[in-house]
């Protein structure tokens, strides 16, 4: 679906780099995290940090951080959290660690500062923001992303 967008690899692989201010809510990672889904591909300590956010009071309502090291600083720290196998999602993890283009990617965009990873992430806003949305579909900009305004 993105190819046809004109979003390749590179752009979607910057794009996810987003996360790094962003959190997950634990029904969104626990299965990870507890191991359920078949994902071995995980820090031990990690995952047991994760599980921990998931017992607190409110449950599931609990969140965890994409990118515990910086999580309110928008910097490439979330694929440095890739290549230490600190994914929160299966979906995150599966840019690092299968060989290719992707991994190269995560590791170009893990050093340096971010200054690859900002470049071709300004780059690939820019061609997302250039997708028309479907025909008929009305368009609002969200005071809270989770909350039509109407």
């Known amino acids: 679906m993105s190819e046809k967008h004109g979003l390749d690899a590179r752009d979607m692989t910057a794009l996810s780099g987003a ?7 634990c029904e969104n990672y626990e299965d990870r995290t507890y191991g359920t889904n078949g994902d071995a591909d995980i820090d031990p300590s990690f995952a047991e ?11 599931d309502g609990d969140k965890a951080s994409f990118d ?27 840019l690092y660690g299968g060989g290719g283009l ?8 893990s050093v340096d500062d971010g200054e690859a990873f900002g470049r071709d992430f300004a780059k690939a806003m820019v061609k997302m923001g250039n997708i028309p949305p479907p025909k008929g579909m009305p368009v609002e900009v969200r ?6 305004n109407w």
């Open 49 to 59: 940090t994760a599980r921990q956010t998931c017992q607190g009071p409110s449950g």
């Open 102 to 109: 992707q991994d190269n990617l995560v590791e170009m965009y």
């Open 19 to 25: 996360r790094t201010v962003g959190m997950a809510s």
């Open 68 to 94: 515990a090291q910086t999580p309110m600083k928008f910097d490439n720290d979330y694929y440095l959290e890739l290549i230490a196998r600190r994914g929160l999602l299966t979906s995150d993890q599966t």
């Open 143 to 148: 005071l809270k992303c989770s909350v039509a």
